[in-house]
């Protein structure tokens, strides 16, 4: 089967809603009918069942090219090419257009859509600059705080028992790239070469080069300075 990657945006317009897409590949071997690929790598085993981003995505690229059904290929964590066939009805179709008109009316009245929640990242990108101003918070919020200290605890406790994790794993693999379990394969652990800018070495020989492509960045940095009552 021969495919090719279209270079085009696939679009579904209508009142109140636009969806746009682009598709990895499609084929058109079969005269009049359009089969539309998606192609995914996944760090986990791949067990028959897309993640529910997998699937709606499937559910938006099948309105946005008028087709009836996607076909995935899963390259997944026991490096295995996966097939998968996912068949999208006209009453999929209505439920993600109803949902992605009613988050489009949210946006454009400048409300937080039902069901969405901002991430840390989106108060950063609404509130890029501070300013020399004090805001007085709730008194409850002492409670957010303390849960705040403990997940960052956690969060280091965790990555301490990875890296045990991990040390005692890869000295048993020792020079070997990949480790099965049971006939399976459990760990990958493979060389890669990464290029990097030496950039003391730069800033050395050509200071004014470095001068001349220097980009500042305005960064918030958030912290606790609570100690308690």
Same mark, same amino acid.
């Not at 439920?95 to 400048?110: E, N, P, T, V």
């Given at each position: 089967?021969? *495919?090719? %990657?279209?270079?085009?945006?696939?679009?579904?317009?209508?009142?109140? $809603?636009?969806?746009?897409?682009?598709?990895?590949?499609?084929?058109?071997?079969?005269?009049?009918?359009?089969?539309? /690929?998606?192609?995914?790598?996944?760090?986990?085993?791949?067990?028959?069942?897309?993640?529910?981003?997998?699937?709606?995505?499937? $559910?938006?690229?099948?309105?946005?090219? =008028?087709?009836?059904?996607?076909?995935?290929?899963?390259?997944?964590?026991?490096?295995?090419?996966?097939?998968? $066939? #996912?068949?999208? %009805? &006209?009453?999929?179709?209505?439920?993600?257009?109803?949902?992605?008109?009613?988050?489009?009316?949210?946006?454009?009245?400048?409300?937080?859509?039902?069901?969405?929640?901002?991430?840390?990242?989106?108060?950063?990108?609404?509130?890029?600059?501070?300013? =020399?101003?004090? $805001?007085? *918070?709730? &008194?409850?919020? #002492?409670?957010?705080?303390?849960?705040?200290?403990?997940?960052?605890?956690?969060?280091?406790?965790?990555?301490?028992?990875?890296?045990?994790?991990?040390?005692?794993?890869?000295?048993?693999?020792?020079?070997?790239?990949?480790?099965?379990?049971?006939?399976?394969?459990? /760990?990958?652990?493979?060389? &890669?070469?990464?290029?990097?800018?030496?950039?003391?070495?730069?800033?050395?020989?050509?200071?004014? *080069?470095?001068?001349? /492509?220097?980009? #500042?960045? =305005?960064?918030?940095?958030?912290?606790?300075?609570?100690?308690?009552?």
């Amino acid at each position: 089967m021969l *495919l090719t %990657s279209p270079d085009v945006l696939y679009c579904y317009e209508e009142e109140g $809603v636009r969806l746009l897409a682009t598709l990895d590949a499609i084929s058109l071997a079969e005269p009049g009918y359009q089969r539309v /690929f998606e192609i995914k790598t996944s760090r986990k085993r791949w067990k028959g069942q897309l993640p529910d981003y997998w699937y709606w995505q499937g $559910v938006h690229q099948a309105i946005c090219a =008028n087709v009836h059904s996607i076909d995935w290929a899963i390259f997944d964590s026991e490096l295995a090419l996966h097939q998968h $066939v #996912q068949k999208v %009805s &006209s009453d999929e179709k209505q439920k993600h257009i109803d949902a992605c008109r009613k988050f489009l009316a949210a946006i454009d009245l400048g409300m937080l859509p039902d069901g969405a929640e901002y991430a840390y990242r989106h108060i950063q990108a609404q509130y890029p600059e501070g300013q =020399n101003t004090t $805001v007085e *918070l709730p &008194s409850d919020l #002492q409670n957010k705080i303390v849960e705040l200290n403990t997940i960052k605890e956690t969060i280091k406790e965790a990555e301490l028992l990875e890296d045990k994790i991990k040390a005692e794993i890869c000295g048993l693999m020792g020079e070997a790239e990949y480790a099965t379990l049971g006939g399976t394969l459990a /760990f990958t652990w493979k060389n &890669s070469v990464r290029n990097s800018l030496d950039q003391k070495r730069l800033e050395a020989e050509h200071p004014a *080069l470095v001068e001349k /492509f220097k980009k #500042q960045t =305005n960064i918030r940095t958030f912290r606790v300075a609570y100690k308690g009552a």
